[in-house]
């Protein structure tokens, strides 16, 4: 496996309106894994039988699976390792299913230099809809003194 060197940000480097996002099209063996590290069993993330008499007529992933999804671009690609969640609002908007690509995206709309935290909106979509939007606090270490 190869690992890639990315961008950290520090809260000096951090401007109102930057954006980083992630991509990842949601398989089987996500869902099932998701479901068995969390504990969350419900049949509609597993039982298609049981997913076809509900109203999305299909399995669907967990919503917090998507959710996660931003905390991957937090914690990989803006601001990256060393960040710290402090709080994070979600609205589920739609369904995400087997085969959908997840695209989250975080956008900085305030920052807070007394407490080095910044305040972002957070999406997820699939074809361009939105699927889960939310709010995000974060804690961004400072640029180390030289």
Same mark, same amino acid.
């Given at each position: &496996?190869?690992? &890639?060197?990315?961008?950290?940000?520090? @809260?000096?480097?951090?401007?109102? *309106? &930057?954006?980083? /996002?992630?991509?990842?099209?949601?398989?089987?063996?996500?869902? +099932?894994? @998701?479901?068995?590290?969390?504990?969350?069993? +419900?049949?509609?993330?597993?039982?298609?039988?049981?997913?076809?008499?509900? #109203? @999305?007529?299909?399995?669907?992933?967990?919503?917090?699976?998507?959710? *996660?999804?931003?905390?991957?671009?937090?914690?990989?690609? #803006?601001?990256?390792? *060393?960040?710290?969640?402090?709080?994070?609002?979600? +609205?589920?908007?739609?369904?995400?299913?087997?085969?959908?690509?997840?695209?989250?995206?975080?956008?900085?709309?305030?920052?807070?230099?007394?407490?080095?935290?910044?305040? @972002?909106?957070?999406?997820?979509?699939? +074809?361009?809809?939105?699927?889960?939007?939310?709010?995000? #606090?974060? &804690?961004?270490? /400072?640029?180390?003194?030289?």
């Amino acid at each position: &496996m190869t690992i &890639m060197t990315r961008k950290t940000y520090h @809260f000096e480097d951090l401007a109102i *309106g &930057m954006e980083a /996002s992630f991509a990842k099209t949601v398989s089987e063996s996500d869902i +099932n894994a @998701f479901a068995e590290v969390s504990g969350d069993k +419900n049949p509609v993330h597993l039982d298609a039988a049981y997913a076809a008499k509900t #109203m @999305f007529k299909e399995r669907i992933a967990h919503g917090m699976l998507s959710a *996660g999804y931003i905390s991957a671009v937090f914690g990989m690609e #803006m601001p990256g390792p *060393g960040a710290i969640y402090i709080s994070q609002t979600l +609205n589920f908007k739609a369904p995400v299913k087997i085969g959908d690509t997840v695209v989250a995206k975080v956008k900085v709309v305030e920052l807070f230099a007394e407490k080095k935290r910044a305040r @972002f909106e957070c999406v997820c979509s699939v +074809n361009d809809k939105p699927v889960v939007v939310g709010e995000a #606090m974060l &804690m961004v270490p /400072s640029r180390p003194a030289a």
